[in-house]
């Protein structure tokens, strides 16, 4: 592995996803209404992330460093706006922008960690996203400690990090997009999908239902802390407790991968979040702060343990466009995967244990059973180990 690379482009990857969950926060402290809220969210995420194999493609196509450089400021001033606003078009408007920016990043970014992992894919690429996560598990103390202090309307002032990290990343590193052959036209990048699309579409589907509901977990568990009446430091620090947990589940899943068959690691995540989810649900219930942040943090980590096998299991499949695939499998699948949002909004209240938002959730945790389904499906893997010719 080339750590220098991965740690370099790790941080970039931390200030990225440090801005994607502002929105999910800011529902709660402004007041806005959750199912308003969720839509929002799953549009902006539906045409942002729909349109990511095609970022990724061009990713593959163009090169260079454009595309981290404006992901990164992009997604980073546009989210730190939305303090300046109620209005739900407005909000839209801005979530949209930042999320654009954000899915211009991930696949350009996932193809240099992929690459800097040399046959180490699955540790090397397990670091870049444990990273984008623990940025992703700081979003709502980092929003939340600048927005009490100021005030919402100076929360553009939380964009300021990114801007520097970006404009240091255009002028001074030598990170750029790489590929295996000199340059893709489209049709050549068709025939190369179309010849591995049904291990990409188990793969793809796999990602939309995992991803349903892990982000639907991780944008209301603000709500649901809330809704059991937790206070505004308990509930500002659930996405934390869950995405810390989850950024460890995906680092400990890359160096399992060496040892254990891809597919042996998606089973264990899909399947083995459940007691700790039902667990999270009946102590949350019965107003336990401290056994709910466990079993939140146990039902995070398990369910990101899936993430790096499925990821690279398709740059496997597909090594001469490792960006288009990020963008189809953390991309694509992603936005269909956010309507699990609406759903579960749509759900609230059904269950008279359960009041409120988390009846929704709980209806949502049928999708990665489903996904545990689908694994059975997937091609076989070669025995995991270590190429010959790989350092670390």
Not at 300 to 307: I, R, Y
Not at 338 to 366: E, L, Q, R, T
Request: hydrophobic residues 55%.
């Amino acid at each position: 592995m080339h750590k220098g690379k991965l740690f370099y482009i790790g941080s970039l990857h931390f200030f990225v996803d440090i801005y994607a969950p502002f929105f999910a926060l800011y529902m709660v402290t402004a007041g806005l209404d959750p199912v308003k809220a969720a839509l929002i969210a799953s549009v902006a995420s539906f045409i942002s992330n729909g349109i990511q194999p095609f970022l990724g493609y061009l990713a593959d196509r163009i090169r260079g460093k454009l595309p981290i450089f404006l992901g990164l400021l992009i997604g980073a001033l546009s989210m730190s706006l939305i303090g300046l606003t109620r209005d739900y078009r407005l909000l839209f408007l801005l979530v949209l922008i930042g999320r654009l920016g954000i899915s211009l990043f991930h696949p350009a970014a996932s193809n240099i960690a992929s690459a800097a992992g040399m046959a180490r894919k699955e540790q090397g690429f397990s670091i870049f996203i444990t990273m984008g996560t623990i940025g992703f598990a700081l979003s709502h103390p980092f929003f939340s400690s600048v927005t009490t202090l100021l005030g919402n309307r100076f929360s553009f002032l939380l964009a300021l990090p990114a801007v520097i990290f970006a404009f240091s990343y255009l002028c001074f590193s030598r990170l750029e997009i790489t590929g295996t052959i000199e340059k893709l036209n489209l049709p050549q990048a068709g025939h190369i999908l179309l010849e591995r699309a049904f291990p990409l579409s188990i793969l793809f589907f796999i990602m939309v239902f995992r991803h349903g509901f892990i982000m639907t977990l991780s944008f209301f568990i603000a709500k649901i802390f809330s809704e059991w009446g937790f206070s505004r430091v308990s509930f500002s620090l659930a996405n934390t407790v869950f995405s810390i947990a989850a950024a460890a589940g995906v680092l400990v899943s890359g160096y399992m991968a060496t040892r254990i068959k891809a597919k042996t690691i998606l089973l264990l995540s899909l399947l083995g979040f459940l007691p700790f989810f039902a667990l999270l649900i009946f102590f949350g219930e019965a107003g336990a702060l401290w056994p709910a942040f466990i079993f939140l943090a146990l039902t995070g980590f398990m369910l990101q343990m899936a993430h790096v096998p499925n990821v690279i299991i398709g740059h496997r499949l597909v090594p001469e466009m490792t960006s288009t695939v990020s963008g189809i499998l953390m991309g694509f699948a992603w936005a269909i995967g956010d309507f699990g949002k609406i759903a579960a909004a749509a759900f609230s209240g059904v269950f008279s244990w359960a009041p409120g938002i988390v009846s929704g959730v709980i209806i949502m945790a049928i999708l990665p059973l489903a996904a545990a389904v689908l694994t059975n499906f997937l091609p076989e893997q070669q025995k995991p180990g270590l190429k010959s010719g790989d350092t670390a």
